[in-house]
């Protein structure tokens, strides 16, 4: 204790000072935080609390102040304001809804387990993975939806044995989970402060690829459906993608089950042609820079091959259109040309040779990296 009196950090967690309570001081939260049900603020930066502007008409008992208010109290209240969350909750791991140390567990096997699965090769720089410093700017709807995905995954490496603490049952947390989260989800859907946001298309895609990852849901196609919507309200995929490297991870998935999806289906499963056709040139404008050389998610399809399925599906379906308002740009000789001429050597020399090591301790190592993926690519030629 006189140690961290000499450090100048204070021993009481934040919520025991305020409250004025013997705190155990447990790092890195307090336990008595925990068995009075909120969570502990910790020792670091004093948190801070929203405050909503005070009403008029409130303070009768009061001298009042002259009509129009000081100069201070506009600029109080123009601060609160700009402070207070765009989204329902976003300071949600402060609250009584959420235990930090039960966040920072789910982040942390989520980072370990899952994330490294929706990447060729696990790297620091994985886009899929949750950063803990960043937990408390998270809505309550990535939250549940994090904690929904979790449980999923155990209970399908458990095979759905129940917690051996005599907690509630996975199976139960997934669906209570799952369910709070699409109740916040349809929350921010009504608002029309959010309900087009870059938040509200993250958390959607992540219900996706949940339900593709862990075959849970079968409204992947849904989902799929209801972004389509809002990015089509916000002009195209090409005004959404390149603003946040976290959100084109995930339009690029968006991208790749939206073409993929079309190549097992009827020519008949897409609704409003014309606009679809549109959809597919867009993603042909944006792939350089979204899609990354089939290296940014595990579909690790080589770019050439992958514009060539999406021109595929832009014949396919140009023969239901009943206006043909799209000319198809290529042939079905010229993609098969443009196939043929595809090599996998070139373009595993073009993407990863130079991504690799030429030490001389290090050229077994690399050959055996560059064979497996000249595999990938041949696999991908070839089907």
């Known amino acids: 204790m006189a140690d961290a009196m000499n450090d100048g950090s204070p021993i009481q967690c934040w919520a025991c000072r305020r409250k004025r309570l013997v705190c155990d001081s447990t790092r890195p939260a307090c336990k008595k935080c925990f068995k009075r049900g909120t969570v502990c603020p910790g020792y670091g930066t004093k948190p801070l609390t929203w405050v909503e502007p005070r009403q008029k008409g409130t303070c009768k008992g009061k001298d009042r102040r002259e009509e129009n208010g000081s100069e201070a109290d506009v600029s109080e209240m123009a601060i609160v304001k700009l402070m207070k969350p765009r989204f329902k909750g976003v300071d949600a791991c402060m609250s009584r809804s959420f235990d930090s140390q039960a966040v920072l567990h789910a982040i942390d096997y989520y980072n370990t387990m899952i994330s490294p699965d929706l990447v060729p090769v696990e790297n620091p ?13 998270l809505p309550p709807t990535v939250l549940h ?23 509630q049952s996975p199976s139960v947390a997934v669906y209570s989970h799952r369910g709070l989260a699409l ?20 958390c959607i895609l992540m219900f996706t690829l949940a339900e593709l990852q862990l ?12 972004v ?7 002009g195209g995929i090409k005004n959404v993608a390149g603003r946040d490297i976290h959100l084109d991870s995930m339009l690029a998935y968006f991208m790749i089950i939206d073409v993929m999806s079309f190549t097992t289906s009827p020519r008949s499963a897409v609704a409003r042609t014309d606009s679809w056709v549109n959809d ?19 579909f690790a399809c080589p770019t050439e091959l992958f514009e060539d399925i999406i021109r595929i ?13 799209h000319q198809p740009i290529t042939s079905f000789r010229d993609i ?5 001429q595809f090599s996998s050597l070139g373009w595993v020399a073009m993407n990863l040779c130079d991504q690799n090591s030429e030490t001389p301790s290090d050229i077994q190592a690399t050959e055996s990296i560059m064979s497996g993926w000249l595999s990938i690519a041949e696999i991908y030629h070839a089907a």
Not at 146 to 166: A, E, W
Request: aromatic share 8%.
């Open 125 to 137: 720089e994985n886009p899929y993975r949750f950063s803990s410093s960043d937990v408390r700017f």
């Open 145 to 167: 939806n994090l904690f929904s995905i979790v449980f999923s995954h155990k209970l399908i490496r458990r095979n759905g044995i129940h917690s051996d603490n005599g907690s």
């Open 183 to 202: 109740r916040s989800l349809n929350e921010d859907l009504s608002s029309p402060e959010t309900q087009t946001s870059d938040m509200v298309i993250a």
């Open 215 to 226: 075959s849970v849901c079968r409204d992947w196609d849904k989902h799929i459906a209801g």
């Open 228 to 234: 389509k919507k809002i990015i089509e309200l916000r």
């Open 280 to 298: 597919q040139i867009q993603y042909l404008e944006i792939i350089p820079g979204l899609y990354k050389s089939g290296l940014s998610t595990c």
């Open 313 to 325: 599906n832009m014949l396919r379906a140009a023969e239901e259109s009943p206006t043909n308002i």
């Open 336 to 340: 098969l040309a443009h196939i043929l």
